[in-house]
């Protein structure tokens, strides 16, 4: 549990017009979204609060229930109240959204952090205001109204499917669904046999890890790259042989020639640098693979936007046998979904599938059956269409923002597609360690590039999550 | 994909009052809910029907309308129909329910076998009428309106909590409600952060072993045992122990006394012969632990079915840091859920969360989130509770059946509590495996238990999921 709270700062003014329980609820809710109060902390009880304001029992549980109803805060039986984790700040009962116009709130982030570096960043030391996090949706572009109704519709049949262990590989009808998708949409030619459906890409490769690695194996991975991967292979006791990228992605004249069972790549929008694999050196990635006895992990992590010329060819396309194809739902709908999938070669299919049964006997069957649904009326394409046009605006104000700071000095990479640029610092700058510092003292989360020397001095920014948290006040509910 | 079925046996009754379309959606029902058609069967095009049974395109086109209304079937654009996965027949809009009162339909299964032996089971031969599979509740107790409402609340704050990671470890929220629960339910003091939440007890299973193992160790488990596990170690290169089970449970005096690093035991309800450990069994368990170094898996997965005796403390309320416990919800609300627990002693916590944060970075936030309320509204224990007189009755029932037909010739365990009872057949008679073959033959489905010496001979039957499938008709919808 967090902090147990015996009293709040608040300043009630007597002849402000506005109610006593309005104004306490205005005032605890400013706390929890400038992150003053943060998920978990345990609020005054409702006598420490009559005490410390002289107000009557009444009027602060009415403000503590407006903060419920708001999903700000919950109560728990004979314990008391709790800041909420999950509460959306946006979604306001009228009676909070009649106070006077002024600034909307910005939100301050309550993810807790988890113990793996490389997948998540520990909390900030101040709230932070404009949170440029990379690889987050826009919150407030969430389907839920489609998806309450869908989630209703199958619901009722809840019984005899959530009653049942579900395939191991995914449901049916979501693996036909994605490869008629994939075959809309990517150009790529797959059977539904070979998608298994999985938590999101860090299971994919987890399991692709377990299945294909013995201790002390290498592995090649883009340097930078995804730190997330290279934990995972500590941890299965494999190492990572690091190849550097380029402005056409990873410099595959530089991949070592000997017998190496996996490499892991991001071909259309590397991570973090965001360059595009150049199809010359996809060329010659594939031959290499060919040559070494390699299976290629494509991670198209964020494959969906692109905002200029049309995409390259997935690797997966050019050799279906020695690749395997990761994607995910995590960045169009959002990571909490847990829903993602790999398209294996199909030697691979059955070791995996039997993996993924002895490791969690499948996904939930909820989100699945819902996700079917929705790719099957073609809602999931429009989506993405329309989060596409969303992206590339905030993509354009971004790189604007960037030009009226440094003019023409940095340099922007990774502009053409995806849900974030990196931007490598002028000589002479500070340090990009430095900048992020700076930012981050004045409520800005930027993600800066570990690894020289290409990233040497750049930053990845979203140009997705962050955003809308500043602009899109108005079309919040969408 | 399945068949593609160019016909179908329907024989319509022209002067038999009923319109032609509900003629044509009842008889496929029919074939549907009696297994005759399977999951993902394609239909016959409209076309294909319609010059089969000479009625206009219109009625075909009713017919199948009907059909998907009721969930039974689905259209794939340019595909065509075909049979639904997840279909619940039980649930019909009112015209198809109109029909004359006959027998209620008996549900074939149409899960799909997975490649994982022991952890399912092939399908049978021919559609199983009675399917006294073990460990699935009853298919028509799923509360699925009140997990509508919930999730439609909840779907409201889907933007801001979707579109984030949730801890590794679980939503905070449901951590503490279920350390509430298991105080209340179970008398267990656990802090919230003790509590992870994992994707059933399988994946449960899955991060201990991958956590605590190296290749070749030996692990001890009960035999009979739960061959999910035997076949997690083999994929894991460690050995199992078999150590066997008698009335009492585990036959601690045969445990060896050397170092090992695990031990997995069933002590509510042993699987798969229902034994309870005994008071003095657990504590030489214990003594035995603290001995040989050895970390205890207690695997609670039915322990809220107790209908007798009060059930006796958990292991892990007698030696909190020898122990990990798993609960799950598998049993009470549906592995389709694909959520439980683990209860870690304090030294396990991080590394099993930073394993879990590296395996799939947690499990989806919406099941999470909607079981956190559903249990802080009390609404959980009071569905434990009312399924605990509804799998009474059924065992009740079971037994009385097993009695007329036995008399008192073989011998029944594991009936003072959770899902299922063995039944050992009296020397004399046909083996399990011929039984077993004879039953299903005629539709039913028994589990036969494959290890001697203590299973020689005897059956697994559950007294939860078959039952209802053949008593409960008028109450279906609750």
Redesign the interface.
């Known amino acids: 549990?967090r902090n147990r709270l015996l009293s709040l700062p608040i300043q009630l003014a007597p002849c402000g017009g506005e109610p006593y329980k309005q104004q306490i609820a205005r005032a605890i809710e400013e706390l929890i979204v400038t992150g003053r109060l943060r998920?978990?902390d345990q609020l005054p009880s409702i006598n420490e609060l009559v005490a410390m304001l002289k107000v009557s029992k009444n009027t602060v549980l009415g403000a503590y229930q407006l903060l419920q109803d708001a999903?700000l805060i919950?109560s728990?039986?004979r314990r008391g109240f709790f800041v909420?984790?999950?509460?959306?700040?946006?979604?306001k009962p009228a009676e909070l959204a009649s106070r006077p116009a002024q600034p909307p709130p910005i939100?301050a982030s309550t993810?807790?952090p988890?113990?793996?570096p490389g997948?998540?960043t520990p909390p900030p030391p101040v709230p932070v205001r404009f949170d440029f996090k990379v690889g987050?949706?826009?919150?407030?572009?969430?389907p839920?109204?489609r998806?309450?109704a869908l989630?209703?519709q199958?619901?009722?049949?809840?019984?005899?499917?959530?009653?049942?262990?579900?395939?191991?590989?995914g449901?049916?009808?979501l693996r036909?669904?994605l490869a008629?998708y994939l075959a809309s949409a990517k150009m790529l030619s797959v059977e539904?046999e070979q998608i298994i459906i999985?938590?999101?890409t860090?299971?994919a490769l987890?399991l692709i890890v377990a299945n294909c690695l013995d201790?002390g194996a290498e592995v090649v991975m883009e340097a930078p790259g995804y730190t997330?991967f290279s934990?995972?292979l500590a941890?299965h006791r494999a190492r990572s042989v690091q190849v550097p990228v380029d402005a056409e992605g990873l410099r595959t004249a530089l991949l070592p020639e000997r017998a190496l069972p996996l490499a892991y790549v991001t071909p259309s929008h590397q991570y973090p640098l965001g360059h595009t694999l150049s199809l010359a050196r996809r060329r010659q990635l594939l031959e290499w693979a060919a040559r070494n006895g390699t299976l290629i992990i494509e991670d198209d992590y964020d494959g969906d936007f692109r905002y200029a010329s049309a995409p390259l060819p997935p690797l997966v396309a050019m050799d279906p046998t020695r690749v395997v194809y990761l994607g995910t739902f995590s960045k169009v709908?959002?990571?909490?979904?847990?829903?993602g999938y790999l398209v294996c070669p199909p030697a691979l299919v059955?070791s995996i599938?039997?993996?993924k049964?002895?490791?969690?006997?499948?996904?939930?069957?909820?989100?699945q059956?819902v996700m079917a649904r929705y790719l099957?009326s073609g809602e999931y394409s429009r989506h993405v269409h329309s989060l596409r046009q969303r992206y590339r605006k905030q993509r354009d104000s971004l790189l604007d923002g960037l030009q009226r700071v440094w003019g023409h000095a940095g340099e922007v990479s990774g502009e053409h597609g995806g849900m974030h640029v990196a931007f490598r610092l002028p000589d002479g700058s500070a340090s990009a360690t430095e900048v992020a510092r700076m930012a981050l003292a004045r409520g800005v989360r930027l993600l800066r590039c570990r690894r020289p020397p290409a990233a040497a001095g750049a930053m990845s920014v979203s140009c997705c999550?962050a955003t809308p948290r500043s602009t899109s006040a108005p079309s919040r509910r969408r």
């Open positions: 549990m998920a978990d999903g919950r728990a039986l909420e984790a999950v509460g959306d700040c946006a979604l939100y993810v807790r988890v113990h793996a997948v998540h987050r949706p826009s919150p407030h572009a969430f839920w109204r998806w309450a989630s209703n199958l619901l009722r049949h809840a019984g005899r499917a959530i009653g049942e262990y579900s395939p191991a590989e449901l049916w009808g036909m669904q008629d539904p999985v938590a999101g860090q299971e987890s201790d997330g934990h995972l941890q709908l959002g990571p909490g979904l847990r829903l059955d599938t039997r993996r049964a002895l490791l969690n006997n499948g996904c939930p069957w909820l989100e059956a099957e999550s």
